[in-house]
């Protein structure tokens, strides 16, 4: 005889007919990642929806939760605890992301309720009792013009016009406008009254969509979501999405978990850019997250950048995804010209120091052509401020604090009429009196020059002209045309009205020659991404080595050829993406404990570990990319033994990373 439960106003009723709610709770132990079921009570029953917030009593105390499925029986075996009550009946947790979340956690070696995190903003009650509006009327169909200049562009949008799953990665022309090109890909999907996602990676590039893209579907059938708005805001339009009122979505880093009703297109611009990486764990990238949600929904997807990683050239040599390139012929007619020095004998001939020269006489003849035309000049300098690094005048040995042994800098500006001295930019105190501890020497010089003291050298050097500098805290969405010379630093490269004349890559050696495996991949993507602004009658001057593959293949505006090349190399030293890979950082003991207990598929390596500091080190993991998914299991089951453990000393473990030296 089925025995009886009491509901919480005293109500018997039996407890097998009471319901089940499997139920995610936010506690981020990583032993802990599995749901728990809870008994639901009757006048629980109508607010209890899948997708829910929760609120539920474990291991003593109440915590946050998320109802993911409302099942008939528990396979516990003992008495359930009920619900403590239901937060709102808002299903905030559609099933697709449920799914998604739960595959990119895998993938990554990490706990459901950390994407979880990433994936639903916090409730604000206020917005949540209020109505989101009527859904969007759906938008008409834009014209394929802008993507003709493509072979296989129409071919695309058609695609999408006509609900087949399409799969691309797209090589933007120089002074695309491609804003407008997603805008007409996510307007397309739209018209069928399907949902559009489209992630890019900072406030700027989001600024410039969401104008291209209400053009197009109007103001009513647009969203954009990025962290930069309220958390009230934010909230109302990811309720609007929810609620299924927008039809296409955009957004940075977050949004790819964005919960689109009836998905048909996921896009992602400049996926190599490190701001689609996610800082907190597991550290899932857009591009992966994106290519999971396409693959498990059936939605189109499309990769787009000036440049080209080696994890999209993957998916194109692997026939997953197709390319969509303009003939040589068409960039030829847009492209700007490009140059490197030592390119041409004549260079050193005329100026004798072309290769060594911070900015040499070509590019010095660049920007005089550009001004004396009319038009603004970009100057990319990889390093803001003054003077961040310095180094001893006579030995040249890096230049240290007298306390902290930090890197000393200069901060530019005068103080009282004198130039202000030297300071560390660890401890932030200043060393007036320096004496170098190999040579004894006081003398100082630049080792990196920055943004701001490249500006003012320019500006003494071409006298009357504007200079505006763009980077660090004050970052410009765009510059007026006419005259005037702009210091940039990679990334914070403003659009100028009308294109510049001339782009000035300076210091090629300072990103070419960090310690990173993408360090040619990353260099190429920034020169790039600032050539790209230049108009086609404009010129692009790279201090760099014209002899190196990143600027062969910016010099002849072929980043297909160079991210074959990397995925080349990749493949034949083992390196992502040619295998998964997965750095485990940690103190000593700790990883040697968690190596010792790792039990890794038949073709697993071990490199390291190496010291990453004085009291932590690194290993790699690597095996073959069909064994990915057994390396992420084997290393999410050791951190979950360690935190069943309750090990005191943290281990952090990243799958795919950005840098893995």
Not at 51 to 63: D, K, N
Not at 252 to 269: K, Y
Request: net charge neutral; proline share 8%; charged share 25%.
């Amino acid at each position: 005889m089925a025995g009886k439960a009491t509901t919480r106003r005293g109500e018997q009723v039996p407890a097998a007919s009471l319901p089940v709610a499997r139920v995610c709770v936010d506690v981020p132990l990583a032993h802990l990642d599995r749901a728990f079921d809870y008994q639901v009570s009757t006048e629980q029953d109508a607010d209890a929806v899948p997708g829910c917030r929760v609120r539920v009593r474990f291991a003593g105390q109440l915590v946050d939760g998320y109802l993911l499925e409302r099942v008939g029986s528990s396979e516990y075996g003992r008495k359930l605890t009920f619900l403590d009550r239901v937060i709102s009946p808002e299903p905030v947790l559609s099933p697709e992301v449920a799914e998604l979340a739960r595959v990119v956690a895998d993938r990554y070696a990490g706990s459901l309720v950390d994407v979880l995190r990433m994936a639903v903003p916090p409730r604000h009650a206020r917005v949540e009792a209020k109505p989101s509006g009527e859904p969007a009327p759906v938008p008409e169909a834009p014209s394929d013009e802008g993507w003709s200049r493509y072979p296989f562009g129409p071919n695309l949008l058609d695609a999408l016009r006509s609900g087949r799953a399409a799969r691309a990665v797209w090589q933007a022309l120089p002074a695309e406008d491609w804003p407008a090109r997603l805008a007409e890909a996510a307007a397309s999907v739209a018209s069928t009254g399907k949902g559009a996602l489209v992630v890019v990676p900072d406030h700027r590039d989001l600024a410039r969509l969401h104008q291209a893209c209400v053009a197009l579907v109007g103001e009513a059938g647009v969203v954009s979501l990025s962290a930069d708005l309220g958390p009230s805001e934010r909230y109302k339009r990811w309720l609007a999405v929810r609620r299924g009122v927008v039809r296409v979505v955009l957004g940075t880093r977050g949004t790819a978990f964005a919960p689109v009703h009836d998905l048909g297109l996921v896009a992602v611009w400049d996926d190599g850019d490190d701001l689609h990486s996610e800082p907190r764990m597991p550290y899932p990238n857009v591009r992966d997250v994106l290519v999971q949600r396409s693959h498990l929904t059936g939605a189109s997807l499309l990769i787009g950048g000036f440049a080209r990683t080696a994890e999209a050239q993957l998916l194109v040599d692997s026939g997953w995804a197709h390319e969509v390139v303009a003939a040589r012929d068409t960039l030829r007619s847009v492209a700007p010209r490009v140059a490197a020095v030592g390119d041409h004998e004549w260079q050193e001939v005329k100026d004798a120091a072309a290769r060594s020269a911070r900015l040499p006489s070509i590019a010095f003849d660049a920007a005089r052509a550009a001004l004396a035309a009319g038009t603004p000049v970009l100057v990319q300098v990889p390093r803001r401020g003054y003077v961040p690094a310095l180094a001893c005048g006579q030995c040249r040995s890096p230049a240290r604090c007298r306390r902290c042994a930090g890197p000393l800098a200069l901060p530019g500006g005068t103080q009282d009429g004198v130039p202000r001295p030297a300071y560390c930019r660890w401890c932030g105190a200043t060393e007036a009196a320096f004496r170098c501890s190999n040579c004894g020497s006081r003398r100082l010089r630049g080792q990196v020059i920055g943004a701001r003291r490249t500006a003012e050298e320019l500006g003494r050097a071409f006298s009357g002209v504007p200079v505006r500098t763009s980077g660090g805290d004050e970052v410009l969405a765009t510059v007026p045309g006419g005259q005037s010379l702009v210091v940039a630093t990679p990334g914070a490269e403003p659009v100028a009205e009308g294109g510049y004349g001339a782009a000035l890559l300076l210091d090629g050696w300072a990103l070419l020659g960090r310690a990173d495996l993408r360090a040619a991949e990353e260099t190429l993507r920034r020169w790039m991404t600032a050539a790209a602004l230049v108009h086609a009658a404009g010129r692009v001057v790279v201090v760099a080595d014209s002899s190196l593959a990143p600027v062969q293949a910016l010099v002849r505006w072929d980043p297909v050829w160079h991210a074959g090349q990397e995925l080349a190399a990749r493949s034949e030293l083992g390196f992502p993406p040619a295998v998964r890979m997965a750095t485990v950082d940690g103190a000593p003991d700790a990883l040697a404990g968690v190596l010792e207990e790792l039990r890794l598929p038949p073709n697993g390596q071990i490199l390291g570990p190496v010291p990453l500091s004085e009291d932590k080190e690194r290993a790699l993991v690597r095996v073959p990319r069909t064994e990915g998914r057994a390396l992420a299991a084997v290393l999410a089951d050791v951190l979950a033994v360690r935190s069943a453990r309750k090990e005191p000393d943290v281990v952090r473990v990243k799958l795919d990373p950005l840098e893995v030296l």
